[in-house]
């Protein structure tokens, strides 16, 4: 999932470079570039934005809530950066992140962007309708954008569509977005679809994406004892035991002794699974 899917507001030299290194994925070297513009040019709300997504991409979500708090104060009129900004308030469950989100949606009813964050809000809101409106928009407006197949299949999920979430994220996937996190969902969505044993080699291609994610190891780990993997059921939990916190480790030790038993290990995915699923679900974008 790209950080402007492909829209670059404003000519701005130093943005432009800035969005260029973002999208190399060089978080470090954009963030410098905007801080450096910034200084220069404090009240602009696009520079402001942008640093806030350059920011969160570097784990500093503190700061970068502020920079969209900033960019929102200053009365923004372009659609892409009232999404984006709105987008990084919603994941603070900032009241304001609606009205931002929807006015860049009605702004800019052209523009998929707008429409799958707006989406993606209203899903986890549980205004399902109405995200699947802007959602099926998204999609219809570009059907090979990964972010708006995802936020679809999450909206499908939430609304108790698994089989009709399960065709979006599968598309999601193809279409090449964040595989480790997709396959995650859509993994788990599998096993809760009682689909599980095409969740195994899902859940396998996720973990190996995301080695340190330990709740997606113990979730692997347990779909490939249950279906007959056990060396990368062993592999994936020793993972989850070097990754993992301490309160997780009851959870392993438990995957550990059913495995050494020969039973019990499908009835335990599927709880595993449907806990790590509802919370994967609610994650915004």
């Known amino acids: 999932m790209s950080w402007g899917d492909g829209d670059t507001p404003g000519s701005d030299e130093a943005l432009a470079r800035a969005l260029s290194l973002g999208e190399e994925g060089d978080w470090e070297a954009a963030a410098g570039a905007l801080r450096d513009a910034t200084s220069d040019d404090p009240e602009n709300p696009e520079l402001l934005c942008w640093l806030g997504v350059a920011e969160r991409e570097l ?56 429409r799958w964050m707006y989406g993606a809000y209203l899903s986890r809101e549980g205004l399902h309708a109405d995200a699947l409106r802007e959602l099926d928009a998204a999609v219809e407006l ?10 679809r299949g999450v909206a499908l999920a939430l609304s108790g569509d698994l089989t009709g979430a399960i065709d979006d994220l599968e598309e999601a996937a193809r279409l090449g977005g964040d595989e480790g996190w997709i396959r995650s969902v859509l993994g788990m969505a599998l096993v809760e679809a009682g689909r599980a044993d095409e969740a195994v080699s899902e859940l396998d291609r996720a973990a190996r994406a995301r080695p340190s994610d330990a709740e997606l190891q113990m979730v692997a780990a347990a779909a490939g004892a249950a279906h007959g993997h056990e060396a990368a059921a062993w592999e994936m939990l020793e993972r989850a035991r070097l990754s993992g916190a301490a309160a997780d480790m009851a959870v392993v030790l438990e995957i550990e002794e059913q495995m050494d038993a020969g039973e019990g290990v499908a009835e335990l995915l599927t709880e595993l699974a449907a806990s790590a699923l509802r919370e994967r679900l609610m994650v915004r974008p």
């Open 59 to 114: 784990g500093l979500e503190g700061i970068a809530y502020e920079r969209f708090r900033r960019c929102l104060a200053l009365d923004p009129t372009d659609p892409t950066v009232l999404a984006t900004a709105g987008n990084g308030l919603a994941s603070f469950d900032d009241p304001d992140a609606e009205p931002a989100l929807r006015s860049a949606a009605l702004l800019a009813p052209e523009l998929p962007l707008t």
């Open 142 to 151: 570009d059907p090979t954008l990964d972010s708006a197949r995802y936020e």
